[in-house]
């Protein structure tokens, strides 16, 4: 199997250049020490946290058109974290397969493992999505169904967004509906400038007929650069109904330190507290690591 790699990628290298191709990847090591509140134990370990592989491309048709591909895996290749395929040009792109859900410009990006708050899932797998862009206005639409598994119900959906930036402002709505028992919406105001960036976000889960399960989400994020050092934070409440009136309350707090070393290679720190009502659940976790991206 490594030998049959080995040689396609070998026969891809030298190929004639029919398209732009890259092969990217992440790999993260770290140490992690996480504290609980409501077993006041302390868990302590090295462990692989990203390892992504990925691989893109793009060409040109002989109608003008622009086409292009991903193959993103994260942690196992039996599953891959993207795959899809583009067509358009500079106002119009259609994609289909496995991509990112475009109504996740409403509400913050992954910090962190240890800490993320938010309702919209990440990816939509088996689906298709139209983008339109012009003077920093942005539209998407697109529709996901994946077949039943193991006799459970079909898992189909809808999603939008809508998008504006300009002058270092952004603001961005997305919505998500699955299986017509749910919906999602966020609302996300940002700003970045040369050295910093802050963002504030309102995102909402609705779980059709009952309050159970709804979600209320609010928070803040900002990063401020010096140099090669990247120091991020995240303040977040969230909100779950567990019956008509009776909740859970989540607060996240978070801290990170990334210092670009060069060549690829970063170092990282961070501090995460999640207090969920009260003290009997609550985790404080400290994570320190070393990434290394191609």
Wanted: proline share 1%; hydrophobic share 40%.
């Amino acid at each position: 199997m490594k030998k049959l790699l080995a040689v396609a990628v070998a026969t891809a290298i030298s190929a004639p250049a029919m398209a732009d191709m890259t092969i990217y990847g992440t790999v993260a090591v770290d140490f992690i020490s996480a504290e609980s509140a409501t077993t006041s134990s302390t868990d302590s370990q090295i462990q692989r946290d990203d390892v992504v592989f990925g691989m893109k491309g793009s060409s040109t048709t002989d109608g003008g058109l622009t086409v292009g591909a991903e193959i993103k895996t994260e942690g196992t290749f039996a599953e891959p974290t993207l795959a899809y395929l583009t067509v358009g040009n500079d106002m119009v792109t259609l994609s289909a397969g496995k991509i990112g859900n475009p109504a996740n410009a409403a509400e913050t990006a992954g910090f962190s493992d240890t800490a993320e708050l938010g309702v919209f899932s990440g990816e939509i797998d088996n689906a298709a999505a139209l983008t339109l862009s012009s003077n920093g206005f942005t539209a998407s639409i697109g529709a996901f169904q994946n077949a039943a598994v193991n006799a459970v119900t079909d898992n189909d959906g809808f999603v939008a967004a809508l998008g504006y930036a300009v002058d270092g402002f952004a603001f961005n709505y997305g919505y998500e509906t699955s299986n017509g028992t749910q919906e999602s919406t966020g609302l996300k105001a940002s700003y970045t400038a040369d050295a910093y960036s802050v963002a504030v976000y309102k995102a909402d889960l609705d779980v059709a007929g009952t309050n159970d399960g709804d979600i209320d989400v609010f928070g803040v994020t900002g990063s401020y650069t010096m140099g090669a050092t990247t120091i991020s934070a995240i303040l977040a409440d969230q909100e779950e109904y567990t019956s008509a009136t009776a909740k859970t309350n989540s607060d996240l707090t978070a801290v990170k330190v990334a210092h670009n070393l060069g060549g690829g290679l970063s170092a990282y720190a961070e501090y995460a507290n999640t207090d969920a009502d009260g003290t009997a659940s609550d985790v404080d976790s400290y994570t320190a690591g070393m990434s290394f991206s191609f």
